[in-house]
Structure formats: C-alpha cells, structure tokens
C-alpha cells in the first residue's frame, strides 16, 4: 500500500482537478476574513457581476486596524472606520457570519476559529493572512492567501495551488525548566533560517510536540511561516480532540464519534517519505530572543550576537543593517539591555494561557519603572477568561496596561504603536524594520521571557527570575 | 482582475541588493487601510524612501534619479512576511512589471502571478552579475522574455533561462486570472462540494 503524509492525505482529498504542468483545483473548507484583505476582493466580485457561491463557509471578524481601547464607540480613525463599516456591508450583503467588535467571539481570527470549533482536523483552510498556518495545529492543511486568493475563494470556494514539498521537523525528548514552545519554534526558525522551510509544507512530529496543549501547537504551527514554510502542521491527537469536544461548531453526539473516528486515521503513515528531515533535541533549546530585523535572528537569552566573520558582499551589508537598526553590534551580549516595552498578544501568544503563564510570574511583582507593560487579550472570549481567573486583577497591580481584543501591536496599524527608536520585547511574531511603529525595535521572545523583562526592565532569562 | 499582458519587456533596472526584504518594507501595515486598489504606488518602501517628515532619503534607491526603469532586481528571500497583496500592488502602481530575485518568498511569489507583475527567480551568480552591470552602467537594458523564459543583458548577450509553469505563463500572455479558468468549472466544483 502506498505510504502517504499526513499533508498528502488531506491535500489529496480536496483536490479536484489538476491541472497538466499547473496548478491543482484546490477546494477550501473553511475561509476567514478580516477588513483589511477582503474589500478590494469583494468589489471586484461586485465588478465582474459575481456573488459568494458558499457563504456558510466564510466566517469574518475585523481585527488588524481595530482600536483597542473604548470599543464600543465609533472608530474615530476614518480609514478604519471605512474598513470595518465595509466589512459588515460586506457580510450583510453576502450572508457571512460576522463576529463583529463588542460580541462574544470577537478577536483575532487565528483565535477566534479553534475558539468556536470552527477549525477541525483534516479541513483545508485559508484567510488572507499569513498567519493562517497557526490553525494546522488541529491537523489542518491552513495557509494565507493575497486578496485575489480571497476572491477565488469568495467566488468558486477553490484556490489554484501547487502541492508544496514536505518537511518533517521532529522534536525530541523533555523541555527544560522555563522554555516554550515559543522557545522551540524561534529555536528551529535561527537554526534553518527566515527561508529555511521556502517552498515547503511542514509536519511537525516528535515527543517533545506531542506533549504540548493545543494553544501551544497553535503557537509554533503560527510561525511556520517566519521561515518561509507555506503552513505546519501537526497530527491530531487525544489532546486535540479533548480540545474541540463541546466547542460550539464542533460535531455533537454521533456525529462527533464518526468525526473523530475518520481524524484518527490523519496521520502520517509509518514509512512515509518526506523530501526533508529535521531532528531537533528539546535539550538543546534554551530560552530564546531575536535581536534583529527577522525572525530568523534569534539567540539564547544568554547568547550574544553573532560576529559577521564568513559574511560578505549584499549578506553582510544586509546584516549589519539590521543591528544598525535595533542599534547592536556584532558580539554584544543581549542580557542585561534596557526595554522601554513589553507586548504580550497577537494570535502568536495572546491566548488564555499565554496570560495565565505571565500573570503567574509577575504576580506579587511590579514591573520595573522604564517599562509600558501591554496586554492585549487575542479574543474576547480570552478577556472574559483572564477576567473571571482574577489574571486582569493580577496584572493591573503589577503595573500592566490591559487593552481589548484585536492585533494591535503586532502590525501596529492601529494607534497601538511602540515610538522610533524605543525597544519592545513581544510575543507577536514578527520583528521586520518598523513593523510595531516606525522606527520601532523589537525582540521576539516567549510570554515567560517578556513577564521577566516585564519586572526587571532589562533582557533577562526568565530562568534567573522565576 | 485581469491584467495587462506580458510578452516580453525590455527596460533599465532599478537595484535592491538587500537580502529578505520584507513586505512590511515594501508596503508598511498603516498604508493598508485602502478599500480600494489604486494608489499605493506612493507609498512604496515608505519608510526607506522618506524620513519622518515626508523628505526623500537621498541615499534610498527610488530616490536616486540615476535608476529607473519596469524592472526591479532586488537581493535574495524578497517579499517575505506577510500575505498582504498590497505590495505587489505598490509596486505595480509605481511601475514594476517584473521582479528579478535568487530567491522569492512563495505567497509573494504567487501574488505577484495573479497581479500580472512577473517574478523571474535566476542564480545567485546572475544576480550578482546585473547588479555589476546596472553599477556599472545604469542605462544598460535588461530583456525578459516570457516565451523563450530567458532573462538577458543586451549589451553583453549573458542570458539565462527561468522557470515558470505552463498555466501560469499562458495567463500572463494573455492576460487571463485564475478565477476565469474556476468560474469555467463550476460544475465540477459544485459536485464536489455537494459530496463533502
Ligand atoms: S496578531 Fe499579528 S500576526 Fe496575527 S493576524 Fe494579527 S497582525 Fe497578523
């Protein structure tokens, strides 16, 4: 019998043409929508006199250029005003369900699917945003897509897309004392590169990725795209199922018995080929931050920066560009550098237990003085939770700013902005050049980290603190 | 929606050795509040191209009247990050037609397909070789030619091939998108989603 991937398996089975020497005829379970990537794709159905052809399988909610304070209010910005406003034209017309500002499962849509049950395993998923991946967590086939994508979906329900090549990443082995699963993904992306995985699909295996809770699979499948992966995933297993069961769209009675049946069967046969492998220790991850201008720049937080010896030409011209910019040196320790402020959020690390990790940790502490501490649940479902868990209560006193739902600063499109030249430790996902403001500098680290750099006001191992 | 056609081009250069350029370079997040898809073409390389008070850095590319042209050759791992087609619209409405790189992120990769600004991917040895020519002389002319799939430097004759598949080049000779061909197989896909 053929051996088969876990990709192969679902990417086969929504395949419905292919093309010779093309694209496959992809089919598209489920589509996420948010008002920055859909007007442009909904005036041009508009245009070419089309409607949605499913609309039961679009499900939208704004987040990337949301304010995050007074939510209920009008937006006062008017461009945000114009694309929220759009968006709701957009699905009234349509009859897409919305989770709009202020309602029970308003958030960031990576957080907002597994939320609701919406993301299953085995489905094929996009949105027009590349941190889709983070839903192959469930073992899904997810990925983003550009607004002509968004389109396509809208009008056909499929997308044209050659099959990626296969990647395993496997992890092995016990996470030590204070690391994350944020710790093991900013780990792989520094070892492989921000264009190590270019081209590929990655299954995520290995005892150490079994051990984690949903959210934290969700967390490192999110990234996948920081080193260049087209999405990641992971197999479903008991975890995953104990996760769904009772979620509002998850299947009911005996629907959820022959559900979970059929998702038994997603996963990698043993034998399967893959055209590349990657074994990693979870002995061997430490505690990690980024000191430069991608994901790809990342060292322990004991670590220091590389020097550029084996570098030249455009590479090393790029690469000290970027210190240039964060304003380091080659062979500068990290540890001990002052921050101005902490991000905890976005659909990286902005989930119930990202703000349960931190509020344990600084509970009984104030953060130091030359911090802002930010806060920025991922959904309103997560708010409520850190609300009734007495978190909110925690983190106030600690000095912590709590914000509503939405990207903020991640993508700082909103006025959730850190200043030119200020330092941000965050647990977002991307620290490109001006990519939380302009002139911005971010490092990238784990809830734990950012908690104790939170209290210190220096880059610190979170190890030395807690 | 579909696009201008795409045969073959024959236009000046604009360099960008600088290697994982990503989308938020090319297009930042608050210039993405449009609901439209005119105009981003201003807001291009925003933050490389103008200081905080609007002024042009004269030490930016775009900003140097040396260098123009449809083509742009830009360092290795370009349009990185994030999915937003916002940025081949930049740079479409500034004038690109064709992006030449050793290596493309695959979203913007594939963006770049369905907008009509064609992305040709060439060794890192020919990459290195324009940016010397364009250096050396930033009038020379660079050839694309989509239906031999040749990239060439006119005044010396070094050429080399790209790849790029067969459905895709059609589309962009003709001018086609893809919703055209799904649109046409309507049927099919209404059989296959009654059987989920
Ligand atoms: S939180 Fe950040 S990465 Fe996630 S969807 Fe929003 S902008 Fe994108």
Redesign the interface.
Known sequence: MEKNTLFDKIWDAHV??S?????D?F?I?KHFIHE??S??AF??LE??G?GV??PHRTIATPD??VPTVDQNQTIK?K??R??VE?LRENCAKYGIELHDLGSAHHGIVHVIGPELGVTQPGMTIVC???HTSTHGAFGAIA???????V??VL????????K?KKMRISVEGTLGKGVTSKDIILYIIAKIS??GA??YFVEYAGSAIQSLSMEARMTICNMS?EM?A?GGLIAPDETTFAYLKGKQYAPKGADWDKAVAHWKTLKTDDGAIFDKELVFQAADIEPMITYG??PGMGIKVTGTIPSTQGME???K??YL?SLDYMGFAPGDAVKGKLVDYVFVGSCTNGRIEDIRAVAQFVKGHQKAENITAWIVPGSREVEKMAHEEGLVKILEDAGFELRQPGCSAC???NDDKIP?GKYAVSTSN?N????QG??ARTMLASPLTVAAVAITGRITDPRDVF | MAYDKFTVLQSTAVPLPTENVDTDQIIPARFLKATEREGFGDNLFRDWRYDVEGNPKKDFVLNDRTYSGKILVAGKNFGSGSSREHAVWALYDYGFRCVVSSFFADIFKNNCLNIGVLPVTVSPEFANLLFTAIAADPNTILEVNLPKQTINLLATGASETFDINQYKKDNMQHGFDDIDYLINMSAEIEGFEASR
Do not use: W
């Open positions: 419905i043409k093309v010779p020497a093309g694209p005829v089919f379970d920055v990537t007007p442009v005036l041009n245009l070419r089309i052809k499913y990337h250029n910005d461009l945000s114009m694309q759009k027009g945003d590349s990925f983003g897509i550009g607004t002509s994508e389109e396509m009008a056909t329900q499929c997308i044209m897309q050659s990626a921000a264009a270019t081209g795209i260049g087209r201008t991608n030409g455009s590479n011209t790029s560009k993508l700082a499109m030119s991307r490109f050049e001006g990519r302009p002139g």
